[in-house]
């Protein structure tokens, strides 16, 4: 019985550590729990597992959770939800979404599918939260951005849901409220932030306990706020002078929070203190991000800045560390087993760097083939790497591919 109950136990922890349920990962810093990964590539880079290429057109990225993973791509003037084998690529099935999102840079979805129990959320490029059966793609319920004060931004919506304990939040934005909250079950909103109408940006929000209180942190084009999880309420609120387009993810860490935009805006982090009265800590063009994301491992920032290439800070200060602009080229960024893994959007080069302060130190690089040839002439691989049990998932838009990282 102890063998048993402690197989089980194992088993249960390695899927656990496996899953990434929603854009950046469960905790939405970008940071997979992945451990024992190979810490240096084959010269012709990882073991390709397989190749699905029928996932549609767009950017979507994808959650992973229990050998299945999901993902979004339109077909046919239709976006999809679609839900893939991890272990052999082939598809389980394909639930529509909304009707397709038109766009100069390439048409079709953006946003990454949350996955929660046995429920699958996601966004359309227009606005339609769907929530779907995770097992056959089933639609439970559905609520529309725009009926709620909504306007489509530029680039469509493309933010990842939040679950949020009882909740689903995102971010229609517009004169009813920027943010809004539905009950994860059955659907019905719970509450909408009335108190702040800027319109949807491109940022995913975040939830951090702090001051008492579940926070939920988001980012606009004219401000940074934090909102009470249970109301709506603004707890606390800070300008941001955005410009085009606000995009990265923000980050927390002890009452710290870190933005960063691109098109020449940069990067603002404030302090939180008590009775939330925001401090501003720095501001600069030291990290300007456009949409390839900026993650915290320990006290260091690493993200590409667009006037000084891939770039480490300190997340206290803003302080550079080193920036490299000869390594590679502008891209994504995600970390596993203190590495990163960065993705150069024009070309689809790989590259595997460590995660230290110290400088740029390389541990092997590919570049991925085949390369679609649906994508927008003014697209690029902008879908960003994920790890996730011992796989790097990339994808170019209907192409998505596997590789096995984990060392064994």
Request: charged share 20%.
């Amino acid at each position: 019985m102890k063998i048993t109950f402690t197989s089980l136990f194992f088993l249960a922890a390695v899927s656990q550590a496996a899953d990434w349920p929603t854009f950046r990962g469960a905790d939405r810093t970008d940071i997979s729990p992945e451990t024992g990964l190979l810490k240096q590539w084959p010269e012709a880079g990882p073991k390709k597992v397989w190749m699905n290429e029928d996932a549609g057109l767009g950017y979507s990225g994808y959650a992973i959770v229990g050998g299945t993973l999901y993902t979004m791509g339109s077909r046919d003037a239709v976006e999809y939800v679609i839900a893939i084998d991890t272990a052999t690529g082939k598809e389980k099935w394909s639930a529509e979404a909304g009707a397709l999102l038109t766009n100069g840079w390439g048409d079709g979805p953006r946003a990454t599918p949350t996955v929660d129990g046995d429920k699958v959320y996601a966004l359309s490029g227009k606005g339609a939260l769907v929530c779907l059966n995770a097992a056959d793609g089933k639609q439970l319920w559905t609520a529309d951005m725009v009926a709620l004060g909504g306007k489509v931004p530029g680039w469509g919506y493309c933010e990842s849901p939040l679950i949020e304990g009882s909740l689903v939040v995102v971010t229609p934005g517009g004169s009813q409220g920027t943010l809004a909250a539905f009950d994860k079950v059955t659907g019905k909103l719970a509450w909408q932030s009335a108190e702040w109408t800027d319109p949807a940006q491109y940022a995913s929000l975040i939830a951090v306990s702090h001051n008492g209180a579940r926070q939920l942190i988001q980012l606009t084009m004219q401000s940074i706020a934090g909102v009470n999880a249970a109301d709506g309420k603004v707890l606390w609120k800070t300008e941001f002078p955005g410009k085009t387009a606000v995009i990265p993810t923000p980050i927390f860490k002890d009452g710290q929070v870190f933005v960063a935009a691109g098109y020449g805006v940069g990067c603002k982090s404030v302090r939180v203190g008590p009775g939330n009265a925001v401090e501003t800590l720095y501001e600069t063009t030291d990290m300007v991000n456009h949409h390839g994301g900026v993650i915290l491992v320990g006290d260091h920032l690493y993200g590409y800045n667009d006037k000084a290439g891939w770039t480490c800070m300190d997340f206290k200060t803003g302080a550079v560390k080193w920036a490299d602009k000869k390594g590679l080229g502008k891209g994504a960024i995600h970390s596993a087993d203190g590495m990163l893994y960065l993705l150069e959007e024009r070309t689809g080069t790989v590259v595997l760097i460590e995660a230290s302060p110290e400088g740029w130190k390389e541990h092997g690089r590919f570049t991925l083939s085949p390369q679609t040839t649906n994508r927008n002439p003014k697209g690029m691989i902008w879908t960003h790497p994920v790890v996730s049990g011992g796989r790097l998932y990339l994808r170019d838009q209907e192409l998505l591919f596997c590789f096995d990282v984990s060392g064994k």
